[in-house]
């Protein structure tokens, strides 16, 4: 039997369910629950309490820490600010009921630590995660630790603005990297539903996909040279949907950032699609114990 010293819980909170992971310490889920939020009025009690009836029903001996990642701005156990969620203001303590030290920290962070941590790159230092789905976000790692920020809100990568007076963003501001890059912008400019119906045109050669996709993929280039850029990254990982049609435009994007790089001698910089999609999250809260957040 595998001997099992170290045990941490990870808690990816999302708008839609609660994942709670128990993590053996090769970094595996041993233990695994997703339980979906009863509507959409769900409270902060009735979110946590899912935590705490996992806490209450498994056994917690040998558990040294519990890790959560949330969507928004939290600093190490109080959420300041959560998007579309009632748990802005939150002092995870007050709800929690564990003696077990507790971190919080944005969801994308977390799943950057995981994807950094675990994606067999001993020799990368500085490193970000770029999630491209439904909008843009992601994680920086910076001379191998996580990089937050001031106030713990660092990395807000899809509201860099790359067409000044350009497309209203939800943020409030206009030409942000996510309404040109993510593939909700690409489901826009192609006027189609899915990503399926986009790459099997483009496998097609149909020349006005072809051509729209190529126009897109300079937009997510832009944004994302910039990024490696301002950093000097050795490696930069694209998550999200897009990743899973790796094949299809990894190489094309690859190229166009080469173009636009600074440092066309001596850059490190690489390009790869994540490794780990739904458990990222979940692995790396419990990871955040290690980290100054
Ligand atoms: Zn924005």
Redesign the pocket.
């Known amino acids: 039997m595998k001997r099992v010293i170290q045990i941490n819980i990870g808690v990816d909170i999302g708008g839609n369910h609660i994942g709670i992971g128990i993590i053996d310490e090769q970094n595996n889920i041993v233990k695994k629950e997703i339980t979906d939020y009863i509507n959409n009025e769900v409270t902060a009690d009735q979110i946590l309490n899912v935590l705490n009836d996992f806490l209450k029903n498994n056994d917690m001996s040998g558990v040294n820490f519990i890790g959560i990642g949330i969507p928004g701005v939290a600093t190490n156990t109080f959420i300041n600010y959560t998007c579309n969620m009632p748990l802005s203001n939150v002092e995870i303590r007050d709800y929690v009921h564990t003696e077990l030290p507790i971190k919080v920290s944005n969801d994308a962070n977390c799943a950057a630590l995981a994807e950094y941590t675990l994606g067999n790159y001993e020799s990368v230092k500085n490193f970000a995660l770029v999630t491209v789905g439904t909008g843009i976000g992601g994680g920086i790692v910076i001379n191998n630790k996580l990089y937050t920020g001031s106030s713990n809100s660092a990395a807000?990568l899809?509201?860099m603005?790359i067409e000044k007076e350009g497309l209203k963003?939800?943020?409030?501001?206009?030409?942000?990297?996510?309404?040109y890059a993510s593939v909700t912008a690409l489901k826009r400019l192609t006027n189609l539903d899915t990503l399926e119906e986009i790459f099997y045109l483009l496998d097609k050669k149909n020349p006005v996909i072809l051509d729209v996709f190529d126009k897109y993929l300079e937009s997510l280039s832009e944004g994302l040279a910039n990024l490696v850029n301002i950093l000097d990254l050795d490696m930069l990982v694209i998550g999200g949907s897009i990743s899973e049609y790796r094949d299809k435009f990894l190489s094309l994007l690859e190229e166009k950032i080469r173009s636009k790089l600074y440092n066309k001698i001596n850059s490190k910089f690489r390009l790869e699609t994540a490794k780990f999609s739904n458990d990222a999250g979940i692995i790396g809260a419990s990871l955040l114990e290690k980290e100054e957040i």
């Open positions: 807000e899809g509201h603005i963003c939800n943020c409030g501001r206009r030409g942000c990297f996510e309404q």
